[in-house]
């Protein structure tokens, strides 16, 4: 299992981490790629449904929290700047507030590119201590 901390800028330590009283993280382990973001969210992705995986960048009026935006996607963003963007086959069910179906879910990981190596070496069955 490899855990990757949602990088906290100074308006997600005001705004969000109060309403959610822990640090968001995602994690990769056991064929999923999971996000908590407190009660505000959560996502289970399977690997087997990502088809790409990839940085993206979130410009600072999209906000930040659990962000909706075209195309399906469902932002877990607790800061602008590089995140990680995993595009996927079919229409997911994920959690915010409500219910929604996303097909591409961006994570504002702290290590956006050891987060995505993470999530390339689960996708090719290699574990974090063999690759």
Same mark, same amino acid.
């Given at each position: 299992?490899?855990?990757?901390?949602?990088?906290?800028?100074?308006?997600?330590?005001?705004?969000?981490?109060?309403?959610?009283?822990?640090?968001?993280?995602?994690?990769?382990?056991?064929?999923? @790629? +999971?996000?908590?973001? $407190? !009660?505000?969210? =959560?996502?289970?992705?399977?690997?087997?449904?990502?088809?790409?995986?990839?940085?993206?960048?979130?410009p600072w009026w999209g906000g930040i929290g659990v962000r909706l935006g075209?195309?399906?996607?469902?932002?877990?963003?607790?800061?602008?700047?590089?995140?990680?963007?995993?595009?996927?086959?079919?229409?997911?069910? @994920? +959690?915010?507030?409500? $219910? !929604?179906?996303? =097909?591409?879910?961006?994570i504002s990981a702290e290590d956006v590119e050891g987060f995505l190596a993470d999530v390339a070496a689960a996708r090719l069955g290699i574990g974090p201590?063999?690759?």
């Amino acid at each position: 299992m490899s855990r990757h901390a949602l990088r906290l800028g100074a308006p997600a330590r005001a705004l969000i981490l109060p309403l959610i009283w822990t640090r968001p993280y995602a994690e990769v382990d056991d064929g999923f @790629v +999971r996000v908590r973001f $407190g !009660w505000l969210g =959560r996502a289970d992705v399977p690997l087997g449904q990502i088809v790409e995986a990839r940085a993206f960048p979130w410009p600072w009026w999209g906000g930040i929290g659990v962000r909706l935006g075209s195309e399906g996607l469902v932002g877990y963003v607790t800061r602008s700047g590089t995140c990680a963007l995993l595009e996927l086959e079919e229409p997911l069910r @994920v +959690r915010m507030p409500v $219910g !929604w179906s996303a =097909r591409r879910i961006l994570i504002s990981a702290e290590d956006v590119e050891g987060f995505l190596a993470d999530v390339a070496a689960a996708r090719l069955g290699i574990g974090p201590e063999e690759g």
